[in-house]
Each structure stands twice: as C-alpha cells, then as structure tokens.
C-alpha cells in the first residue's frame, strides 16, 4: 500500500538553527512531491513543489530537496524564527483522484527565542 | 493566490441533527473541489471529490449518503453531513486545484465540528 512517513511527530529547535524535516514515500512514483504548512485549526498553506527532475528548489529560507531513488524529499528552514512554528505536511498525488492529494501525518516544529 | 473560503469554521450540533458546511472558491472556477477530513493528531484524508453539476465520488468507507455532497456551480460546493453522530466530529477541511496544470492546491480554512 501507499505510503508518506514524516520523521518524528515534533521538532523542537532553537531560534537561528536550520530544521530539516524529512519525508519517506513507497509505493509511489511520483511526478512532483508538495510541503504545506498547517497552523492549529487552520487549514494547509502551500509552500513549495519539487518536481521529479528537480534535485533542489528553494524559496527565501526554505529548501527543498527530492531525491526519487532513495524516495525521500527533505524540508529546510534556515535561519529559523518562532513565527515558524507550525505542523509540516508532506504530500503526493493521488493515483486515481485525478487532482486530491495523500498527506504525511506531519512533523509540528517548535522553534524557541 | 487563489482564495477558497469556507463556512462555518466552527459548529456544534446535536446528535441526529444535520450541519451543512460551504466551501467557496473566490476568485477562481473551480470544476473540482475536494472534501478531507482530520482527526487530531492524525493526517488529512481523503473524503470525496466533489464535480460541478454531477455526483461526487466517493473514497471507501464514507458513506455517501451520510456525508452530502452538492456541487451546483463553478464556485461552491457544500458538504451536509446527516444525522450526525459524536463519531462524526472532526475537522473538516475543502480544497481546490488551479492552474493548467492543477498541481497546487488551495485550502478552506477548516470547519470544527462537534457533536454532542
């Protein structure tokens, strides 16, 4: 079956130090792979989408990496601050339907002054 | 980016009651809407695919006709759920795909529901 596993249920760094989240997927073959981040009671914000032959991408202090052989992406924050602090989700596309979308449990990430 | 709003964030009901909640996309049309649903501390999941102007399709094990879904337009979709059980709440959260290539999605805010 399907698989999206996120390393650890929570993340707790200090403020300034870089988070990597991690992401572990079988029994995909997926052509790109999504991170979002959901606040408590709020629903997911779209943050960054890497394609399959793409090894990095980047946006303001996040990083994004994919690495489709070993099926895992991680999730940088750098220069992290406490505004951070939310749950992280990683998702792929759905097989058969069409456009909706499986999610990882999420990894919540602390980050502390 | 694209707006979805979705109404009520928050609802509590009784049990055998029905709650309908809206999920509207804002500046967008939005062919298809997708229902998930989260329990604490658990991952959003699948519940329907709702279709403008024709049936929803279901994932296994929701009960279709427990869980109404209505996509009369481009820009809403709305989820009844019936005779609402304390099992039912839950979060409940809608979204929609834009773009050519419909790879990003756009979130409801969420609704709470409680039933008690």
């Known amino acids: 079956s399907q698989k999206i596993e996120q390393n650890s249920e929570a993340l707790n760094i200090q403020e300034g130090k870089t988070a990597t989240l991690t992401c572990n997927y079988t029994n995909y073959s997926p052509a790109y792979l999504q991170w979002y981040r959901q606040d408590p009671g709020r629903g997911p914000v779209f943050l960054l989408l890497?394609?399959?032959?793409?090894k990095e991408k980047r946006k303001e202090r996040l990083k994004v990496t994919f690495d489709t052989t070993l099926k895992q992406s991680l999730f940088h924050i750098t220069a992290s601050q406490p505004a951070d602090s939310a749950t992280y989700l990683c998702a792929l596309q759905r097989s058969n339907s069409g456009y909706a979308l499986n999610f990882g449990k999420g990894t919540s990430l602390l980050v502390t002054p | 980016g694209a707006v979805v709003s979705q109404h009520p964030s928050r609802v509590i009901c009784k049990s055998g009651t029905s709650v309908k909640i809206e999920c509207r996309s804002l500046d967008f049309q939005a062919t298809t809407m997708f229902w998930y649903r989260q329990f604490p501390k658990k991952s959003l999941m699948l519940m329907a695919t709702s279709n403008e102007g024709s049936k929803a399709t279901y994932e296994q094990g929701v009960e279709k006709d427990k869980f109404l879904i209505n996509h009369a337009s481009l820009t809403l979709s709305t989820l009844t759920v019936t005779s609402a059980h304390p099992e039912d709440s839950s979060f409940y959260i809608c979204?929609?795909?834009?773009?050519?290539?419909?790879?990003?999605?756009?979130f409801g805010q969420g609704t709470r529901l409680t039933v008690v």
């Open positions: 979204s929609a795909t834009v773009g050519t290539l419909r790879t990003e999605a756009f």
């Open positions: 890497i394609r399959e032959n793409e």
